[in-house]
């Protein structure tokens, strides 16, 4: 640790000139895996960044409240229709008008089977759009869905003309949005680039250029921040802290985040140890959450027995399960493994805070009762395939993000049988689940999300909740404005007074 700080304050040393103020440079573990509307999934980096070229009908205005966006109001017709009201004088980056036939084009886009994409499911409950007129348009949807408003706040508009020219391909390639930044490239592994959009409706931005850099190596993150070379530093470790807050030309922003790590078990193979409900309960038991939170996280998190203890329907007299080594062994025992087992343990490197970390330690803990889990540490391009694919390892670690206030998205993406990051299934919380995404009565929905949790933490299934993570990040002078959400939401539109 000493060398490693000797080493940031030389490198703080040679820190290069400033650069003009119109140029922000970002920097986060991952590359992103989609840069378009078509395709983005993970919220970091790809939604962050596509927040920034496309606009959604609605935004979140702060973590949990909803604001208007392209639409500038909505309400509900009934329980299976929505009516928007759409803003007037709004262009795509290539002149295109945005209008209700691009509401209604961007729905039949989502709902035509010649689309092969992992986001679809967030759109594909709207089952029609009706066109009022130019600007406004009623969503009928295919079923009673309660949290339809939050999903208008990932519905990224995309220009009718442009992709039936292009294709979805060529969009892909170049998508094109109604934001205040447009794409200019993207080069894997090395940056994506953004120009501002002197025609945004909201005003020409004041920061003219932004550039994403994926930097995996925290430290590498950090050293690139105090050098001069970055403007915006995310996921900084916590031990970097005190390092950086050494500059008085840096500032170190801080919020617990609504992420939570997650060990996501699969099914996929009946010769999993993990098909065993004894096996998940005795990895649950062998978990020490404040141990990993303190060693790992330096305290800046906190252990998890739900994503987001604000969120709709959260039980918050369910507790975090205690650390019980011996109950974790007497349980491997029933299981039929008295002497344990070896197992495979995928896990991102550079996606979230400390992610190899937290997934070495937690194999050092399962260790301890006798489950020797064998890690794979992976590029996130990786990981995710293998999690799409539903090819994972008995157990892999996430850290999931609740950016709705609400459990739909982990529901429908992570716990429903098929969904995108399932790997495997439970037939009876299947049909839970389904009821929680269509009853529209708030109390009715709230006692079964609380059913939900007390099925989950009987049954240890489909995923074990480990520990809420703190959002860290540091900042140069040009962004000491900036302040991090805990929906990680990242909004870098200024306009210019």
């Not at 030389?10 to 003009?20: I, M, P």
């Not at 009928?140 to 992709?163: C, E, K, T």
């Not at 996929?268 to 096996?279: F, G, I, L, Q, S």
Request: glycine letters at 6%; charged letters at 25%.
């Amino acid at each position: 640790m000493k060398r490693l700080m000797a080493a940031l304050a030389l490198t703080a040393l040679t820190a290069f000139a400033a650069r003009a103020q119109e140029r922000v440079v970002v920097a986060g573990g991952a590359d992103v895996t989609a840069m378009n509307q078509l395709d983005e999934i993970t919220i970091v980096p790809d939604r962050a960044l596509v927040d920034n070229i496309a606009d959604p009908l609605l935004r979140w205005a702060e973590p949990g409240k909803l604001g208007p966006g392209l639409a500038t109001s909505w309400k509900t017709v009934d329980p299976k229709t929505w009516e928007l009201d759409l803003r007037k004088g709004v262009k795509f980056h290539n002149g295109e008008t945005f209008d209700a036939k691009a509401v209604k084009f961007f729905y039949d886009t989502m709902n035509d089977p010649k689309l092969i994409s992992p986001t679809k499911t967030n759109h594909t409950w709207v089952e029609s759009v009706e066109i009022i007129d130019d600007y406004k348009v009623r969503l009928h949807s295919r079923r009673l869905y309660p949290a339809a408003a939050g999903q208008m706040a990932i519905a990224h508009m995309i220009p009718p003309d442009y992709v039936k020219q292009v294709g979805y391909d060529g969009f892909r390639q170049k998508p094109i949005g109604t934001g205040p930044y447009k794409f200019v490239e993207h080069v894997k592994d090395d940056h994506v680039t953004f120009a501002a959009n002197d025609q945004y409706w909201g005003g020409v931005p004041q920061i003219r250029t932004i550039i994403y850099r994926p930097i995996k190596e925290d430290a590498a993150r950090a050293a690139a921040l105090m050098a001069g070379e970055i403007d915006l530093a995310l996921d900084l470790p916590p031990e970097l802290v005190p390092v950086v807050q050494q500059r008085k030309d840096l500032k170190v922003k801080q919020v617990l985040s609504t992420r939570t790590f997650i060990m996501n078990f699969s099914k996929m193979d009946p010769k999993y140890p993990t098909n065993k409900r004894e096996v998940r309960e005795a990895i649950d038991y062998a978990i020490d959450r404040d141990a990993l939170n303190k060693a790992i996280l330096s305290g800046t998190g906190a252990p998890a027995a739900w994503l987001n203890p604000a969120m709709f329907g959260a039980n918050n007299a369910i507790k975090p399960r205690p650390f019980d080594p011996k109950k974790a062994k007497e349980l491997l025992a029933q299981a039929g493994y008295p002497n344990g087992f070896d197992i495979d343990f995928d896990i991102p490197q550079g996606r979230y805070l400390k992610d190899k970390e937290m997934g070495e330690a937690i194999a050092g803990q399962l260790a301890a009762v006798g489950i020797r889990a064998k890690t794979q540490v992976m590029e996130w391009g990786l990981f995710t395939k293998r999690q799409f694919s539903h090819q994972a390892s008995p157990i892999s670690l996430i850290a999931w993000v609740d950016s709705q206030a609400d459990t739909d998205s982990q529901n429908r993406l992570l716990m429903l049988s098929g969904s995108t990051w399932s790997q495997g299934g439970d037939k009876e919380l299947d049909v839970l689940l389904e009821k929680i995404a269509t009853e529209m009565d708030p109390e009715k929905r709230k006692a079964m999300i609380f059913e939900q949790q007390d099925y989950m933490r009987r049954e240890v299934y489909p995923i074990s909740y480990i520990a809420q993570l703190g959002l860290i990040c540091a900042v140069s002078a040009k962004l000491d404005w900036f302040e991090p959400r805990s929906d990680e939401k990242y909004f870098f539109f200024r306009p210019k007074s």
